[in-house]
Each structure stands twice: as structure tokens, then as C-alpha cells.
């Protein structure tokens, strides 16, 4: 049975066990001659030659689905399996080992326990949707949705952060009788999951076991501009497709700079990115305003909503947004009552843009009176 010596994230047991569909067994080992640090700019690490230093690891057997799966994951990342001889406590064994078909900068020693406290979760939770694809798919073609997958995951990570109970009932997921995926749906950009579940109801008793589906998106972060001097409001307006497939004769929106969440990024700093892509405005002072459900009946979006203080006069009308994302957006700078009337009138028809200017309105009078 061929053996592989794991030297990185593999070792991560959660990770490898989604991967492999495994538990992670075998014994330490070590490689002489090599290093492993990490990729730089990178959450992952990188093996590469280094007389002076010993790689430390583990060695496993693998069988063929085994070893089939870690090459399909490996592969993604740009990583073949090359021999290598490898010592163990019972001496040396020829083994399978990882290493990058591209050129990968190291930075400092890779730290198996440091990745893990911030990356372990969204990787594995990124490696559940790329393994889903192992037998449809090569390595690299489900890998090109990684970015995606990662910021799926730490969605579900930033979510553990549960809003107060105080109002609401005081049960939770262990109150939870029955919850399981069901075959069918769609794994994509976005991912369409059918499940089943049983929950206790308020009166004392269990629904009936129901199966359903829920639209799987991601958090994004919103931030609606605020001159607090010139009493002005950025409005950012592109074409949406939601209104398009509503029949919408008019599926141009006026809309919050918005835009999802990075894997590990801070929803603050997002909004910050965000501005300066959609509307070519830096904005340091970004305070939050309300973290909620977008349509919690089915979706898993999650919007944290920002008011982002800033300089807007003489702003004219801008055009922005990326190419590679085949963004067209304009902003436009308006006072804060011509944009309440566009609530009024139902021109603004996004409803996020209304309850942020809605919340505005409640904060307005503090926020002039300190400018």
C-alpha cells in the first residue's frame, strides 16, 4: 500500500478527515534536507529544499480512493506527489510527498497550530465543497472556486457569533431533533442544498420531519457614505439581476457599496475595500450600524451594514467598479431628504439602501451636531 508523508495542512485531523474520508492515523517521520514555511502573502505553507533543516510530519498509508482523493485535492493547489525517502522510528521508508509544480516565495516557518486558529475552520469548510467535486471535476477546475468556497466557510465561522436572546426563544440548534442534506441541489458560484429537518415547536411538541432547501450565498459587507458637514449621502447604482429574472422593465438598482467578505477579513475593512472599488472614495471611519439575515426563510446571507463617514463635497457623478468582475457602477452624491424621497416615492427599491438611511435618520441629528 503506498505510503505518503503529510508535512502541512493535511495535518490538520478535521481537514484531513473531510479530505480523505479518513481518520488521520500513521506514525512521525521526518525528511532531511528540506523546509517548510509558509507560502508568502499565502495562507498555506510550502515545502522546498533547505540543507540545513528537517521537515517534520506524519506517515500514512493510503489506499487507491484514498490516495485518489488527496491527489485531487493537492492537485488544486498546484502540488504533485514526487518519492522521496523519508526516516521513522523503525528507519527509512520510501514515500509519497507533496511538492509545488510553480514557483511559491517562503516567508517565515509554517506553524501547524497558528494556521489552524484562523484558517482551519474555513479550510475545511472550503475542502467539504471541493471534494464534493472529486469524480466530476479534475483538482484544478474545482479549485478555480476556492476563494468562493473559503468565504462560504467563514460565513458559517462568523455566524457562531450568535445575535442575543432576550426576546426570542432561549432553544438553539440542540433543540434541533433531525437535520440532514439530502441529495440534489446545485454546488456553484452559489449552492442550492436540500435537507431535512425536525425541530421542537414552542408548545411542547416536534414538527413533522420536512424537507426543504435553502440557497447557500455569503456575508457581505455594506457601507452607505454619510457627510455629516454637507448633509450628502453616496448612492452607488448598477445593473442587478434579480430584477431581470423578476421582469423588472427597469433592473437598474440603486444600491449600499456592498460586496462579500473575504475569507478571515474583517467586515470593516471590506466595506473600507469595497469604497474605494465601487466609488474610487477612501473611507477610515466606518461604524457599524446592523448585522442581519437578508431573507433567513431560505438564504444564508448575511449582510453587516456600515455608516462610512466621509468628505463628499464637490463630488461629482463616478464611474467605477472592476473589470475583471464585469462591474459598471456610477455613484451618486445626493442630500440626505432627496434620498429619503426616493424611499418615499419607491425609486429606491433595495431594501437594505432604505433601512440604512432609515437608521440614518434616527442617528442624523448626534452625527451633525459633532461635525
Known sequence: MPRYFLYGTLLHAPLFEVVAQDALAGEAAELSGYGVDWVRDAAYPVIHADPARVAK??????????????????????????????????????????????????????DLEDWATRWGAIATGAAEEIMARHGRETGKEAHALWPVFAARAWGRQMAQNAAPTTLRTAMSRDDIRHFAHEPGGWDGFFRLRRFSVQYSEYRGGVSERLTREAFCAFDAALVLPYDPVTDQVLLIEQFRYGPLMR?????????????????????????????????????????????????????????????????????????????????????HVISFDRAMELVETGEINAGPLAMMLLWLARERPGLRAAA
Open 57 to 110: 510530519g506524519r506517515l500514512i498509508e493510503a489506499g487507491a480512493d484514498m490516495a485518489a482523493r488527496l491527489d485531487f485535492y493537492e492537485a488544486g493547489f498546484g502540488y504533485r506527489a514526487e518519492t522521496r525517502q523519508v526516516e521513522t522510528a523503525n528507519g527509512p521508508v520510501e514515500a509519497w510527498v507533496y511538492f509545488p509544480d510553480h514557483d511559491a516565495d517562503p516567508g517565515a516557518p509554517f
Open 247 to 331: 421582469d423588472d422593465p427597469a433592473p437598474w438598482v440603486l444600491e449600499p457599496i456592498a460586496g462579500l467578505i473575504d475569507a478571515g477579513e474583517d467586515p470593516a475593512e471590506t466595506a473600507r475595500r469595497e469604497a474605494s472599488e465601487e466609488a474610487q472614495l477612501d473611507i477610515e471611519d466606518v461604524r457599524l450600524m446592523v448585522k442581519v439575515y437578508a431573507s433567513p426563510g431560505y438564504s444564508t446571507e448575511f449582510f453587516h451594514c456600515f455608516l462610512g463617514l466621509a468628505d463628499l463635497s464637490g463630488r461629482d457623478t463616478v464611474h467605477a467598479g472592476l473589470d475583471e468582475e464585469n462591474e459598471d457602477i456610477r455613484s
